[in-house]
C-alpha cells in the first residue's frame, strides 16, 4: 500500500511565523503534490514536483514556496504565514502515470 | 469553464437503492480518470481508475464515454457507510496535473 505522511494533523501558529509542512512518501513515486482544501473552493493546487529539485507553480502558489532535495520528501513553506492561510493541506503523490494517493491532511490555523 | 464539473448534490437516497453520478471534461483533462471518496474533514481516497472499456469493482462502476466527454460512477445497493463526497479527477496526458471535480454528495439514509 502506499503511504504518504504529512508531519502533523494539526498546526496552530501566528501571523507572520514561517511555517514547514513535511510530506514523506514511501513508494518511488517521481510526483508529488501539494493542495489546500477550503469549503465551498474544492482542492485547489499550489505547487507540484516532477522529479528532486524540480518545481513548477500550481494555481495558487502566491505566499507558498516548496523544496524537494530528496525524492520521498517535499516541503511546504508557508514565508510569512497570514490569516487567511488557514485551511486544511494535503498532500499527494504519484507515479509518472497513475493515480495519485493522499497524506491524511493538515490542518493549519494561523491567529 | 472548470476542467472537471460535476452536479454537487446532495443525492439522498434510502438504503439499497442505486445511484448514478455524470461527471463532464474539458480537452486539457482528457487523458486518464479516477473517482475518489472524500469522507468529511479527511483525505481524498482513490475509488477506482475509469477505463476506456468501462471497468466494474463489487458494486460500483465506472463508464467513460470520450465522444460525449463525462464519466460516470453506479453504485448499486447502497450502504449506509457510502455516504461521503465523491470527487471526478481528470489528469494530463503526462500526469502531472490532475482536476479535480468539486465533488457531489451522497447520503444513504435507512
Known amino acids: 500500500d502506499v503511504k504518504v505522511t504529512q508531519s502533523s494533523r494539526y498546526l496552530v501558529k501566528r501571523t507572520g511565523e514561517k511555517v514547514f509542512l513535511e510530506c514523506v512518501q514511501d513508494m518511488d513515486h517521481e510526483n508529488m503534490f501539494w493542495y489546500r482544501q477550503d469549503p465551498g473552493l474544492g482542492l485547489r493546487l499550489i505547487y507540484f514536483s516532477y522529479d528532486v529539485k524540480m518545481k513548477e507553480k500550481g494555481d495558487i502558489p502566491e505566499g507558498y514556496s516548496v523544496s524537494r532535495e530528496k525524492k520521498e520528501r517535499f516541503s511546504l513553506i508557508l514565508e510569512s504565514a497570514s490569516t487567511n492561510q488557514t485551511s486544511m493541506y494535503l498532500c499527494a503523490s504519484s507515479p509518472s502515470q497513475g493515480a495519485q494517493h493522499f497524506g491524511d491532511g493538515t490542518r493549519l490555523s494561523i491567529l | 469553464r472548470k476542467e472537471v464539473e460535476q452536479d454537487p448534490g446532495p443525492f439522498n437516497v434510502p438504503e439499497g437503492a442505486t445511484v448514478a453520478f455524470n461527471c463532464t471534461y474539458s480537452?486539457?483533462?482528457?487523458?486518464?480518470f479516477f473517482w475518489y471518496r472524500q469522507d468529511c474533514r479527511k483525505e481524498p481516497k482513490l475509488l477506482m481508475s475509469?477505463?476506456?472499456s468501462g471497468n466494474e469493482d463489487g458494486r460500483f462502476t465506472a463508464q467513460l464515454n470520450r465522444a460525449s466527454q463525462y464519466i460516470s460512477l453506479l453504485i448499486r445497493d447502497s450502504k449506509l457507510s457510502d455516504s461521503a463526497t465523491y470527487l471526478c479527477?481528470?489528469?494530463?496526458?503526462?500526469?502531472?496535473?490532475?482536476?479535480f471535480g468539486s465533488g457531489t454528495k451522497l447520503n444513504v439514509k435507512p
Open positions: 479527477v481528470g489528469a494530463r496526458y503526462n500526469f502531472n496535473k490532475f482536476y
Open positions: 480537452n486539457s483533462a482528457s487523458q486518464s
Open positions: 475509469v477505463y476506456s
